[in-house]
């Protein structure tokens, strides 16, 4: 069973371009997370999906953020029109329905906006 | 809200040493607390998680973590640490709420240095 897969591990991107950030959970887990990781500092809660819904995303910036995870295919967190102030790793993670298991984390995607 | 603490950034101890790292947390309810490390361009990895029973939880790599509710702390140790066990390691307590899944509230880490 592999695990979490995210991918890119690396991207780069200029400003104002868009970011495509990608995860695939582990076979059997419908409830995908993303955190994000600014320089030094600890894991922010962003968005909590299941199948095709939006559960939660408090964590969420207002604009230029969105995420995705639709009934086929991998979760997508998207940012449009990328600033220095994006450069972050962005981890998701995820876990089977229930709240009992923990979650998984995937190796995440380090942005750099240049 | 909930709320996870890790007073300390950085905590060094010599290899065959104890090793302690420490969190308390703040939560209605009844807490569920994980420890998770991360190695340097890597992921984080589950170390281990308290959710009932035993105050004294036992997990990966030879590391455990006592539960101390009047204390509303979940300290981790490590009997005699590696130099391996440098890392960055994370205490977060799940979010409480029916529809709150697996959400995680993250402390700001601490990161042990292990010398040999």
């Known amino acids: 069973n592999a695990g979490v897969m995210q991918n890119p591990r690396h991207l780069v991107r200029r400003r104002g371009q868009e970011a495509r950030l990608r995860c695939s959970p582990m076979?059997?887990?419908?409830?995908v997370y993303w955190y994000r990781q600014l320089p030094e500092e600890g894991l922010k809660f962003m968005v909590y999906?299941?199948?095709?819904?939006?559960?939660?995303e408090s964590g969420m910036p207002k604009e230029r953020f969105s995420a995705e995870f639709p009934k086929e295919g991998p979760s997508i967190l998207r940012i449009q029109q990328v600033v220095r102030g994006d450069s972050a790793a962005y981890f998701c993670?995820?876990?089977?329905?229930?709240?009992?298991?923990?979650?998984?984390f995937g190796q995440g995607t380090r942005l750099t906006v240049v | 809200a909930q709320s996870v603490a890790q007073p300390e950034d950085q905590v060094n101890v010599a290899e065959g040493n104890p090793l302690t790292v420490k969190c308390t947390y703040s939560?209605?309810?009844?807490?569920?607390l994980f420890w998770y490390v991360q190695y340097p361009n890597r992921g984080l990895q589950f170390l281990l998680k308290?959710?009932?029973?035993?105050?004294l939880v036992k997990g990966s790599y030879g590391f455990e973590a006592e539960f101390n509710k009047s204390q509303t702390s979940f300290h981790l140790k490590k009997p005699s640490a590696l130099v391996s066990d440098s890392a960055l390691y994370f205490c977060?307590?799940?979010?409480?709420?029916?529809?709150?899944?697996?959400?995680?509230?993250f402390g700001g880490g601490t990161r042990v240095l292990v010398k040999p």
């Open positions: 939560v209605s309810g009844n807490p569920y």
């Open positions: 308290y959710i009932t029973g035993d105050n």
């Open positions: 977060a307590v799940r979010d409480i709420g029916p529809a709150a899944g697996n959400k995680l509230t």
């Open positions: 999906l299941q199948k095709e819904n939006i559960i939660d």
């Open positions: 993670a995820s876990s089977p329905p229930g709240r009992g298991p923990e979650a998984f």
């Open positions: 076979k059997g887990h419908s409830h």
